[in-house]
């Protein structure tokens, strides 16, 4: 169950564009049993490949002005999910082929949908972070309740974390800090102890938290990636301490970690794509191949974790199949795609 929720990690940033619309990456999502299957979004459109990236089909352009989020569902991935700006959820009963809006109780100011998380067994239950809070739905997005107790003044969720061996636990990462909750998002308590000074956070909101990641071995451990650095805790987030000061950038937009071997991290930024083998104490560069360091997203394949997908701001998609060692550009080119009798 594990390495099937892995595979659909996805892991997004603020929706800014710095680079060309088409050449921009905001998500990525990957096939659970299948590796050749890939889902991208760029600010325009998803695509999908059917055949490892050789060839693309394009959808539908949504009714919204951006597609912001994709995310397939771990146990039934002919479901897919895209969040938008401006126009909240679509749903995809069939790999892609027909798009549904899904947006039953969600306010109508949803600006944006930065990130989606499924319960590992049960996933028509399904967390949203969004500009304007949580959203929590069980019924696979036919309707959706805001989760927001404890956490009223926050305005916008980046990033949500889900402990996978206790999935009432989970972590809500904002413009203010972090938040816990270990009643499936019922309610949320601040845990931002380590992270930074309450009263400077509250002066001047000095702190985003782009990425959380929960350790797939030790879910005690999680990480913070945020515009001032990087961070971890060992207790659940009763309490973080600095790591990574080292990186040749400390804005951290994406961070994936190695299924099976915990001490493998990788992250991404404005200064490319790092990796670590010691738990985050040390890192090496691993740019050989990008056109570009602007890196937007990066996802983790469960099946190969040596194969990596990496989205760029600049320069669109990237694959690693040595574990971030070169890095290939994979054009996003539509033309044939491959039968429908494979998994979809």
């Known amino acids: 169950m594990l390495k099937r929720a892995l595979a659909t990690l996805v892991i997004c940033v603020f929706p800014t564009a710095c680079g060309k619309q088409s050449d921009a990456i905001v998500s990525i999502a990957v096939h659970p049993t299948n590796p050749n299957i890939l889902y991208v979004s760029t600010n325009e459109r998803v695509y999908k490949t059917r055949d490892g990236g050789q060839s693309w089909e394009k959808f539908p352009d949504f009714s919204a002005r951006r597609v ?19 126009d909240a959820v679509y749903k995809s009963p069939d790999g892609g082929q027909r798009w549904l809006p899904h947006n039953v109780g969600l306010k109508e100011h949803v600006s944006y949908v930065n990130q989606f998380v499924f319960h590992p067994d049960h996933t028509e239950t399904i967390y949203a972070a969004t500009t304007v809070g ?3 739905t069980t019924s696979g997005g036919r309707s959706w309740e805001e989760q927001m107790t404890g956490m009223k003044e926050v305005h916008i969720v980046v990033t949500l974390a889900m402990n996978l061996k206790n999935p009432r636990v989970l972590y809500a990462g904002t413009t203010g800090g972090v938040y816990r909750s270990q ?11 380590g992270l930074i000074p309450g009263e400077v956070l509250e002066a001047a909101l000095a702190l985003g938290v782009n990425t959380l990641v929960v350790d797939p071995v030790d879910p005690d451990t ?4 945020t515009t001032k650095g990087l961070f971890r805790t060992k207790n659940q987030a009763d309490s973080w301490e600095r790591i990574g000061q080292s990186l040749p950038d400390q804005f951290i937009s994406s961070l994936v970690i190695h299924p099976t071997q915990n001490q493998v991290l990788y ?9 670590s083998f010691d738990g985050g104490q040390t890192w090496q560069s691993m740019n050989k191949g990008l056109e570009t360091l602007n890196i937007r997203a990066i996802v983790l394949s469960s099946l190969d974790p040596h194969t990596l997908y990496a989205g760029t701001n600049g ?7 040595d574990g971030a060692q070169t890095w290939t550009r994979v054009q996003l080119v539509t033309g044939p795609t491959a039968s429908r009798s494979t998994a979809s």
Not at 68 to 86: C, F, R
Not at 183 to 193: E, G, I, L, P, Y
Not at 222 to 225: E, F, H
């Open 68 to 86: 912001t989020t994709v995310a397939v569902d771990p146990l039934l991935p002919a479901t897919v999910y895209a969040g938008t700006m401006g």
């Open 134 to 136: 949580v959203f929590r």
């Open 183 to 193: 009643d499936s998002a019922t309610s949320w308590r601040k845990v931002n102890n």
């Open 222 to 225: 999680v990480y913070a990636g």
């Open 267 to 275: 992250v991404g930024g404005r200064a490319g794509i790092q990796k």
């Open 315 to 321: 320069s669109g998609l990237y694959r690693s199949k």
